[in-house]
């Protein structure tokens, strides 16, 4: 499958794997979406890790989606993260900083080695160093467990960063303009490089505490 071509602000696009993978370096939180077998459009939230060149969600042998996909259906991966808010001096201006992602290709299913190892992969994605403090799975536990995954082969990546493009008009008013960037420490708030030293933080971004 060939990526779509953006239609709109090519600029934010990227072909950078690196971006990618520190993407889905920063977050589990995916969805799925796919046809289902009566013709409905399905989106599911689900975990997804990297594992190599390969993406890998699991889940119950149970799950009619999951069988559903490990029987070739084609998908759509959607991962996305809020890195920040830009704040501008209209409402019209402001947006967020953020990354986000579609893969499109079709999972696999896995099998012995191969599925305790992708297992082992998403544990300790979730909790670096799990698999030493806990025992193996047993046979029933890995036979009601179905791994799947995919190539990381046909992807587009937009990246939206950078300070307020604000109009000459609105530089020249009264409103507070910057980003305001969200993660560990919670919240950093950065005034725009052309702000003047007269217009103070306003309550509504002091309040901001985090976006996920």
Avoid: C, N
């Avoid at 992807?155 to 109009?167: A, I, Q």
Wanted: aromatic residues 4%; without cysteine; proline residues 8%.
């Amino acid at each position: 499958m060939e990526p779509t071509v953006p239609a709109r602000m090519p600029e934010k696009m990227s072909r950078d794997r690196a971006e990618l993978d520190a993407l889905l370096a920063s977050t589990v939180l995916a969805h799925v979406a796919l046809v289902d077998d009566d013709g409905a459009p399905v989106v599911i939230p689900t975990a997804a890790v990297a594992w190599g060149d390969r993406l890998l969600v699991h889940g119950s042998t149970g799950s009619r989606w999951m069988r559903r996909v490990a029987q070739g259906a084609p998908v759509a991966v959607s991962v996305a993260a809020i890195d920040g808010v830009v704040v501008a001096r209209s409402a019209f201006e402001s947006s967020l900083v953020y990354r986000s992602a579609v893969l499109r290709g079709r999972f696999t299913r896995l099998q012995g080695e191969d599925k305790e190892s992708a297992l082992d992969a998403v544990t300790e994605r979730l909790l670096p160093g799990r698999t030493q403090e806990v025992r193996r799975s047993t046979r029933r536990e890995l036979a009601a467990t179905m791994l799947l995954a995919m190539p990381i082969e046909s992807w587009t990546l937009r990246v939206s960063e950078g300070w307020p493009d604000d109009p000459d008009d609105d530089v020249a008013g009264p409103a507070w303009a910057g980003v305001v960037r969200l993660g560990t420490p919670p919240t950093s708030v950065h005034a725009a490089p052309d702000l003047r030293d007269d217009i103070g933080v306003p309550p509504s971004v002091g309040r901001i505490t985090g976006v996920r």
